[in-house]
């Protein structure tokens, strides 16, 4: 592809393209003639994605976004490829069966559902098309989490599966409440997205106790296809364009639960997650000027 040619469709980056939502997201964007430029974690799955959606105007960045230098190597990939960008959808997440750490110091959930797309979004943001959009897939859980820990939102005390994606799914909200807030006057539009009840392998990474919830729940579930395009809805229908700072389930914008509009929390989310991510949002910034 010719730098003409880049320059003259629109880019759509989507996290956790390699299967699922994203991976069917990025085939519809795809075929409406976006270019995509997508990221994956297991490199099975992302030579699946790859094959399938083989396309001069696809590429697929691997990373495991519960690392967050992982984070800002792929963010300095994807600020090369692209610089000008028109989606931003975070929609890599998961949930895991026991409490991991990583070896930077953070709570696996946190880390991945939460802190990556923040800090992704953070480092993106001078390659934000006038107008763009991000996107973040977040849950309908977000309603079972009673706030943010904000002495431990590794949740070392009273670890629960469950627990930790739900007070990650909190934080997409409220992320994508305060991004609205900061940036919406510069053009910049978000809003957060919960897809419906997948037909995934969500449930084989829960504990238990939630596994057995989420396959009590099956019955509803939609797939991958269907649940991927509320997010191409997003991503560019114009009058989504013209709100901000939203929640959808679906195709339906409904208000958010009771804690996901705490514009208190979500300005100290913010301040909190700057803090987790100041090392290698300062690092990968530095680099990512010199680079250009």
């Not at 490199?43 to 495991?64: I, K, M, N, Q, V």
């Not at 649940?227 to 939203?246: H, S, Y």
């Amino acid at each position: 592809m010719t730098a003409e040619t880049r320059d003259s469709i629109r880019t759509a980056v989507i996290t956790g393209a390699s299967a699922g939502v994203g991976r069917a997201a990025a085939r519809q964007l795809l075929a409406m003639g976006w270019r995509v430029i997508g990221t994956g974690r297991d490199p099975a799955r992302c030579a699946e994605a790859a094959a399938e959606l083989a396309s001069g105007r696809f590429t697929l960045l691997s990373g495991d976004f519960a690392l967050l230098a992982d984070v800002a190597r792929v963010a300095a990939e994807i600020a090369a490829l692209a610089p000008r960008i028109d989606v931003l959808c975070n929609n890599a997440g998961g949930v895991q069966a026991t409490r991991r750490v990583s070896p930077e110091g953070h709570e696996a959930t946190f880390a991945a559902n939460h802190l990556a797309p923040f800090l992704l979004t953070r480092l993106l943001l001078p390659n934000l098309a006038p107008g763009a959009r991000v996107i973040a897939t977040s849950s309908d859980g977000h309603a079972h989490s009673p706030g943010i820990q904000w002495d431990d939102p590794g949740l070392a005390e009273g670890w629960q599966s469950g627990r930790a994606y739900c007070q990650a799914k909190l934080a997409n909200v409220l992320f994508t409440r305060e991004l609205a807030r900061r940036y919406g006057d510069a053009g910049l539009v978000a809003h957060a997205l919960h897809p419906g009840t997948v037909a995934s392998n969500f449930a084989s990474h829960c504990e238990p106790g939630m596994k057995a919830y989420m396959d009590s729940i099956m019955d509803r579930a939609i797939a991958p296809d269907e649940a991927a395009r509320a997010l191409v809805r997003l991503a560019t229908d114009p009058a989504v364009g013209t709100i901000n700072g939203r929640y959808f389930e679906g195709l339906d914008e409904t208000p958010p639960a009771p804690a996901g509009q705490d514009d208190a929390a979500a300005a100290r989310l913010w301040a909190l997650s700057e803090t987790l991510v100041a090392p290698y949002l300062q690092a990968a910034s530095a680099t990512m000027r010199n680079s250009s």
